[in-house]
């Protein structure tokens, strides 16, 4: 799906553990690290792409997930043009995704790299905050540090929500630590 300028309509996931590392995939055949993402299929929102998507390359579900943001708008980034594609049609200069951030609400266990008939993903890891922005291709460098921008703060109150529920309560006539 391009739209009259050649951007491929796509959605990109960000899923957080509760300790508010970053699920990071490396793609099948290189050395190529990125968050999940897939193009969108015609008549499909966002939401529906995603969950689709998010089951496709790292065996999740919607019950395994959170929301806990979308990204304000499309964020857009070119392809270089040694990339692109012209034999094959209208040219897709780029992609414009909607960008989702995940809160893993399951186990890691439940991740799982083989369920696609051709997988995207070899290896996956736990990685934090900032360090896709720098460790990204080149070229997605920069829509990478917009959306991790855009959901900062849904990730810390995300991590901190968590870590408010894991703190035991205490008990009334309990000896208190000193």
């Known amino acids: 799906m391009l739209d009259s300028d050649g951007f491929r309509a796509n959605v990109a996931m960000i899923v957080c553990n509760r300790l508010g ?48 943001g979308e990204s304000q708008g499309w964020l857009r980034y070119r392809l270089p043009k040694r990339l692109i594609r012209r034999s094959l049609g209208p040219a897709c200069i780029g992609q414009k995704q909607k960008w989702f951030l995940l809160g893993l609400e399951s186990e890691d266990s439940r991740i799982r790299l083989d369920l696609a008939t051709t997988p995207e993903f070899d290896d996956w890891r ?26 900062r703060d849904a990730r810390d109150r995300y991590v901190e929500r968590h870590r408010q529920q894991s703190r035991p309560v205490p008990q009334p006539g309990a000896p208190t630590p000193d």
């Open 21 to 68: 590392k970053l699920l990071w995939t490396k793609r099948i055949g290189n050395d190529g690290w990125q968050f999940p993402q897939g193009g969108m299929q015609p008549g499909e929102s966002p939401e529906q792409a995603m969950y689709r998507e998010l089951r496709e390359e790292v065996g999740l579900c919607a019950a395994d997930v959170s929301v806990l």
């Open 126 to 151: 736990w990685v934090d905050y900032w360090a896709p922005s720098d460790q990204v291709v080149e070229f997605k460098r920069q829509v990478y540090r917009r959306a991790l921008t855009q959901f």
